[in-house]
């Protein structure tokens, strides 16, 4: 089943004269429950890929579907709502909420959606995400490790249709880095969670399912592993 849809996706910057083509002219789709790594150079727009397909950036060509959504044919606000509750995104930098608890950070997209935790679903993460003794701590009391758990947390939180995660090791050192990516992997085999992760890291990679590879903006290869 097709869960993501990237038709013709184009993002171009201009500063006077000079253009960027940032995404150039990008297709591809993705199946509900593949772990997909994206890798390139560093300027090669894979970041600006994940964001478009987040619906975090607008293109200035293409489309994007998710699990059959036209995202851009909706407004800002709209596309807000559907990025909070079909998307997770799992930053380099965590990006919590400092007077939050780790079950509150957890919990906010839910909360910024006006609804009731489900609170099974909470006690089921905390107790995967070996966060169940740091549920009342707050961000500055976790190490790095933990922190980026409490933001895989929050992606999950609403059961998105795919989770992205923008270079999710980049700010931690290869043990808890190694953590995050078999918490991914986790996240992908039990709950089925379709994945697609950043990273320039052959070795996380490899351990994905599938790997496209991005170079000036244009994928050079989509190779499929197993």
Known sequence: MEILKAE???K???TGENEVRAVDDVSFTVEKGEFVAIVGASGSGKSTLLHLLGGVDRPTSGKVYIDGQDIF???NDALAIFRRRQVGLVYQFYNLIP???VAENVTLPVLLDGQ???ETRLEELLTVLGLQERRGHLPNQLSGGQQQRVSIGRAMMNSPAVLLADEPTGNLDSRAGEEIVNLLKLSNRQYDQTVIVITHDADIARQAG???TIEDGRIRSDERIG
């Open 210 to 212: 599938r790997i496209i």
């Open 8 to 10: 013709h996706l184009s």
């Open 12 to 14: 171009i910057y201009r």
């Open 73 to 75: 044919s909706l407004d």
């Open 116 to 118: 009731k935790p489900n």
């Open 99 to 101: 007077v939050l608890t």
